[in-house]
């Protein structure tokens, strides 16, 4: 009767996973994480043809994680969009190797685009419709416009975060975002619009 094995393949991403939360992907060796599980090598690659093989599990672990905080974020702040930026800098914050996993390790990819690098995110077009949604806007070039500058500017912020340089308060962050909202958005003119919008669904719920 074979020997059941130590660990399921399942118990050995968890503790990858976790070992990346305290320690970076960088240090995620082999012999590092059985001396993690306390155990040899062999389980790891039992399961996994290489120790990349299992970083893509991680990678994938790390993503829920992120696209979590986005969903919290979302769910926290009025305006739909500023919170998606919210959720990016506080995961950087929450989950510094991660984010560093995630955004700041090298790719061999070259993008001639940053809105190509933006699509690489499963939830981009989740985000392009916050900005539609949230700030009334129609066309989706420009919301990817508005996307495009608020990236640049939270991931500076998050990245900042996650390499310990200076971390935001609360006030910060609220104040960043809504400077920068401004250089795309005309905000009387907004503003002017969700009163429109709001007078007329009362109008609806009257009728």
């Known amino acids: 009767m074979p020997q059941k094995p130590k660990f399921t393949k399942e118990e050995i991403v968890e503790e990858a996973f976790n070992y990346v939360r305290k320690n970076s992907i960088n240090s995620l060796t082999a012999r590092n994480l059985g001396k993690a599980l306390n155990s040899s090598t062999k389980p790891i690659f039992g399961y996994f043809n290489s120790m990349e093989e299992l970083k893509t599990?991680?990678?994938k672990k790390a993503y829920e994680v992120y696209t979590q905080h986005i969903t919290n974020g979302m769910k926290t702040d009025e305006r739909e969009f500023r919170g998606v930026g919210k959720g990016i800098i506080y995961f950087a914050k929450d989950e510094p190797y991660l984010f560093q996993m995630l955004f700041m390790t090298s790719s061999d990819r070259q993008y001639s685009n940053i809105i190509d690098l933006m699509k690489q995110?499963?939830?981009?077009?989740?985000?392009?419709?916050s900005i539609k949604t949230s700030l009334l806007v129609e066309d989706d070039k420009y919301a990817a416009e508005i996307y495009r500058g608020m990236w640049v500017l939270v991931h500076g912020i998050a990245t900042m975060t996650a390499t310990g340089v200076y971390q935001f308060n609360e006030e910060e962050i609220d104040t960043i975002l809504n400077r920068g909202l401004r250089g795309y958005i005309d905000f009387d003119e907004l503003m002017k619009k969700i009163a429109k919008k709001r007078k007329e669904e009362e109008n609806g719920r009257n009728n």
């Open 57 to 59: 599990e991680v990678y």
């Open 121 to 129: 995110d499963q939830n981009y077009n989740r985000i392009i419709n």
